[in-house]
T-cell receptor, first 113, second 113 residues
Framework: NAGVTQNPKFQVLKTGQSMTLQCAQD?????MYWYRQDPGMGLRLIYY???????DKGEVPNGYNVSRLNKREFSLRLESAAPSQTSVYFC????????????FGDGTRLSIL | AQSVTQPDIHITVSEGASLELRCNYS??????LFWYVQSPGQGLQLLLK??????LVQGIKGFEAEFKRSQSSFNLRKPSVHWSDAAEYFC???????????FGKGTMLLVSP
Protein backbone atom coordinates (compact mmCIF):
# COMPACT_ATOMS: atom_id res chain seq x y z
CA ASN A 1 0.00 0.00 0.00
CA ALA A 2 1.92 3.03 -1.28
CA GLY A 3 -0.40 5.76 0.10
CA VAL A 4 0.65 9.17 -1.23
CA THR A 5 3.63 9.17 -3.59
CA GLN A 6 5.53 12.28 -4.57
CA ASN A 7 8.12 12.74 -7.28
CA PRO A 8 10.80 13.91 -7.44
CA LYS A 9 12.17 13.66 -3.89
CA PHE A 10 14.78 16.38 -4.49
CA GLN A 11 15.22 19.03 -7.16
CA VAL A 12 17.49 22.00 -7.78
CA LEU A 13 16.35 24.66 -10.23
CA LYS A 14 17.68 27.93 -11.51
CA THR A 15 15.61 31.08 -11.18
CA GLY A 16 13.14 31.30 -14.05
CA GLN A 17 13.02 27.59 -14.81
CA SER A 18 9.76 25.72 -14.70
CA MET A 19 8.89 22.33 -13.30
CA THR A 20 6.01 20.14 -12.23
CA LEU A 21 5.80 18.29 -8.93
CA GLN A 22 3.92 15.02 -9.23
CA CYS A 23 1.60 13.51 -6.63
CA ALA A 24 -0.46 10.34 -6.77
CA GLN A 25 -2.56 8.50 -4.19
CA ASP A 26 -3.86 4.95 -4.40
CA UNK A 27 -6.48 5.12 -1.64
CA UNK A 28 -9.39 6.31 -3.79
CA UNK A 29 -9.47 9.57 -1.84
CA UNK A 30 -11.56 12.47 -3.04
CA UNK A 31 -9.61 15.43 -1.64
CA MET A 32 -6.01 16.28 -2.37
CA TYR A 33 -3.80 19.14 -1.20
CA TRP A 34 -0.49 20.85 -1.78
CA TYR A 35 1.36 22.43 1.16
CA ARG A 36 4.71 24.08 1.55
CA GLN A 37 6.77 23.85 4.73
CA ASP A 38 9.36 26.44 5.61
CA PRO A 39 11.56 26.49 8.75
CA GLY A 40 9.68 27.81 11.74
CA MET A 41 6.52 28.37 9.69
CA GLY A 42 4.51 25.18 9.98
CA LEU A 43 2.63 24.16 6.85
CA ARG A 44 0.82 26.54 4.53
CA LEU A 45 -1.80 25.47 2.02
CA ILE A 46 -1.05 26.32 -1.59
CA TYR A 47 -3.96 24.69 -3.46
CA TYR A 48 -6.48 21.98 -2.83
CA UNK A 49 -8.89 19.87 -4.81
CA UNK A 50 -12.14 18.56 -3.35
CA UNK A 51 -12.75 16.19 -6.22
CA UNK A 52 -11.66 15.36 -9.72
CA UNK A 53 -12.07 18.41 -11.91
CA UNK A 54 -12.13 21.01 -9.13
CA UNK A 55 -9.32 23.06 -7.64
CA ASP A 56 -9.23 26.03 -5.26
CA LYS A 57 -6.63 28.44 -3.95
CA GLY A 58 -5.26 28.13 -0.46
CA GLU A 59 -3.29 30.56 1.65
CA VAL A 60 -0.24 31.03 -0.62
CA PRO A 61 -1.19 30.29 -4.28
CA ASN A 62 0.84 32.99 -6.03
CA GLY A 63 3.45 31.59 -8.42
CA TYR A 64 1.84 28.16 -8.60
CA ASN A 65 -0.69 26.31 -10.72
CA VAL A 66 -2.28 22.91 -10.19
CA SER A 67 -3.99 20.21 -12.20
CA ARG A 68 -6.23 17.47 -10.90
CA LEU A 69 -5.57 15.13 -13.76
CA ASN A 70 -7.84 12.38 -12.45
CA LYS A 71 -8.91 11.10 -9.07
CA ARG A 72 -5.44 9.71 -8.33
CA GLU A 73 -3.16 12.52 -9.47
CA PHE A 74 -2.72 16.14 -8.42
CA SER A 75 0.25 18.04 -9.83
CA LEU A 76 1.79 21.35 -8.81
CA ARG A 77 3.53 23.53 -11.40
CA LEU A 78 5.99 26.34 -10.96
CA GLU A 79 5.98 28.32 -14.21
CA SER A 80 8.92 30.60 -13.41
CA ALA A 81 10.72 29.52 -10.27
CA ALA A 82 11.90 32.15 -7.77
CA PRO A 83 14.28 31.76 -4.79
CA SER A 84 11.33 32.46 -2.45
CA GLN A 85 9.82 29.17 -3.60
CA THR A 86 12.69 27.19 -2.08
CA SER A 87 10.84 24.94 0.33
CA VAL A 88 9.70 21.44 1.11
CA TYR A 89 6.46 20.63 -0.68
CA PHE A 90 3.98 18.10 0.67
CA CYS A 91 1.05 16.53 -1.08
CA UNK A 92 -1.77 15.15 1.07
CA UNK A 93 -5.11 13.44 0.63
CA UNK A 94 -8.27 12.63 2.53
CA UNK A 95 -11.30 10.46 1.98
CA UNK A 96 -14.16 12.90 1.83
CA UNK A 97 -14.81 16.21 0.17
CA UNK A 98 -14.07 18.81 2.78
CA UNK A 99 -12.13 16.52 5.11
CA UNK A 100 -8.92 17.68 6.68
CA UNK A 101 -5.74 16.09 5.27
CA UNK A 102 -5.16 12.60 6.59
CA UNK A 103 -2.28 11.13 4.61
CA PHE A 104 0.85 12.94 3.55
CA GLY A 105 3.58 12.08 1.07
CA ASP A 106 7.22 12.19 2.09
CA GLY A 107 7.79 15.57 0.45
CA THR A 108 9.75 17.15 -2.39
CA ARG A 109 12.75 19.21 -1.33
CA LEU A 110 13.09 22.02 -3.86
CA SER A 111 15.97 24.49 -4.01
CA ILE A 112 15.94 27.43 -6.38
CA LEU A 113 19.22 29.18 -7.01
CA ALA B 1 -8.25 35.33 12.07
CA GLN B 2 -7.55 31.86 13.33
CA SER B 3 -4.15 31.00 14.76
CA VAL B 4 -2.26 28.32 16.63
CA THR B 5 0.50 28.82 19.17
CA GLN B 6 2.86 26.08 20.22
CA PRO B 7 4.90 27.83 22.91
CA ASP B 8 7.71 25.27 23.09
CA ILE B 9 10.05 25.05 20.12
CA HIS B 10 12.00 22.16 21.66
CA ILE B 11 11.25 19.79 24.53
CA THR B 12 13.54 17.11 25.92
CA VAL B 13 12.02 14.22 27.86
CA SER B 14 13.65 11.16 29.36
CA GLU B 15 12.58 7.82 27.96
CA GLY B 16 9.78 6.41 30.10
CA ALA B 17 8.75 9.82 31.44
CA SER B 18 5.42 11.45 30.75
CA LEU B 19 4.95 14.03 28.02
CA GLU B 20 2.73 17.05 27.54
CA LEU B 21 2.97 19.28 24.47
CA ARG B 22 1.09 22.54 24.63
CA CYS B 23 -1.18 24.01 22.00
CA ASN B 24 -3.28 27.16 22.25
CA TYR B 25 -5.58 28.28 19.50
CA SER B 26 -7.67 31.21 18.44
CA UNK B 27 -10.82 30.50 16.46
CA UNK B 28 -14.11 32.33 16.16
CA UNK B 29 -16.43 29.32 16.28
CA UNK B 30 -16.27 25.76 17.49
CA UNK B 31 -12.89 24.54 16.32
CA UNK B 32 -11.79 21.34 14.71
CA LEU B 33 -8.43 20.47 16.32
CA PHE B 34 -5.68 18.16 15.18
CA TRP B 35 -2.27 16.86 16.16
CA TYR B 36 0.18 15.61 13.55
CA VAL B 37 3.63 14.06 13.95
CA GLN B 38 6.50 14.37 11.47
CA SER B 39 9.54 12.11 11.60
CA PRO B 40 12.74 13.37 9.94
CA GLY B 41 12.54 13.30 6.16
CA GLN B 42 8.94 12.22 6.12
CA GLY B 43 5.50 13.69 5.73
CA LEU B 44 3.03 14.37 8.49
CA GLN B 45 0.96 11.65 10.10
CA LEU B 46 -2.36 12.38 11.77
CA LEU B 47 -2.21 11.41 15.46
CA LEU B 48 -5.68 12.42 16.57
CA LYS B 49 -8.46 14.91 15.99
CA UNK B 50 -11.27 16.58 17.88
CA UNK B 51 -14.51 17.64 16.25
CA UNK B 52 -17.10 17.45 19.04
CA UNK B 53 -18.26 15.33 21.94
CA UNK B 54 -15.92 13.90 24.56
CA UNK B 55 -13.19 16.44 25.23
CA LEU B 56 -10.55 13.75 25.83
CA VAL B 57 -9.63 12.11 22.56
CA GLN B 58 -7.49 9.07 22.01
CA GLY B 59 -5.13 8.74 19.10
CA ILE B 60 -2.61 6.38 17.64
CA LYS B 61 0.69 5.39 19.27
CA GLY B 62 -0.69 5.85 22.79
CA PHE B 63 -1.26 9.61 22.51
CA GLU B 64 -4.24 11.51 23.84
CA ALA B 65 -5.29 15.15 23.85
CA GLU B 66 -7.73 17.16 25.89
CA PHE B 67 -9.83 20.01 24.54
CA LYS B 68 -10.35 22.79 27.08
CA ARG B 69 -12.60 25.45 25.66
CA SER B 70 -12.16 27.82 28.63
CA GLN B 71 -8.40 27.83 28.12
CA SER B 72 -8.45 27.62 24.30
CA SER B 73 -6.07 24.72 24.58
CA PHE B 74 -5.63 21.29 23.07
CA ASN B 75 -2.60 19.76 24.77
CA LEU B 76 -1.12 16.46 23.65
CA ARG B 77 -0.10 13.89 26.27
CA LYS B 78 1.53 10.51 26.53
CA PRO B 79 2.07 8.64 29.82
CA SER B 80 5.41 7.05 28.91
CA VAL B 81 7.60 8.25 26.08
CA HIS B 82 9.58 5.87 23.87
CA TRP B 83 12.72 6.77 21.93
CA SER B 84 10.77 6.28 18.70
CA ASP B 85 8.52 9.21 19.68
CA ALA B 86 11.32 11.67 18.92
CA ALA B 87 9.91 13.80 16.10
CA GLU B 88 8.31 17.15 15.41
CA TYR B 89 4.71 17.63 16.48
CA PHE B 90 2.25 20.04 14.91
CA CYS B 91 -1.04 21.26 16.27
CA UNK B 92 -3.63 22.54 13.79
CA UNK B 93 -7.01 24.26 14.00
CA UNK B 94 -9.76 24.68 11.46
CA UNK B 95 -13.43 24.58 10.81
CA UNK B 96 -15.43 22.48 8.46
CA UNK B 97 -13.58 22.44 5.19
CA UNK B 98 -9.97 21.88 4.34
CA UNK B 99 -9.21 25.40 3.25
CA UNK B 100 -9.30 26.76 6.76
CA UNK B 101 -6.76 24.50 8.46
CA UNK B 102 -4.00 26.51 10.18
CA PHE B 103 -0.87 24.82 11.55
CA GLY B 104 1.29 25.81 14.47
CA LYS B 105 5.03 26.16 13.99
CA GLY B 106 5.76 22.84 15.62
CA THR B 107 7.45 21.45 18.73
CA MET B 108 10.52 19.27 18.35
CA LEU B 109 10.56 16.41 20.86
CA LEU B 110 13.91 14.99 21.87
CA VAL B 111 14.03 11.81 23.93
CA SER B 112 17.04 11.23 26.16
CA PRO B 113 18.14 7.75 27.32
Amino acid sequence: NAGVTQNPKFQVLKTGQSMTLQCAQDMNHNSMYWYRQDPGMGLRLIYYSASEGTTDKGEVPNGYNVSRLNKREFSLRLESAAPSQTSVYFCASSVGQGDQPQHFGDGTRLSIL
Amino acid sequence: AQSVTQPDIHITVSEGASLELRCNYSYGATPYLFWYVQSPGQGLQLLLKYFSGDTLVQGIKGFEAEFKRSQSSFNLRKPSVHWSDAAEYFCAVGGSGYSTLTFGKGTMLLVSP
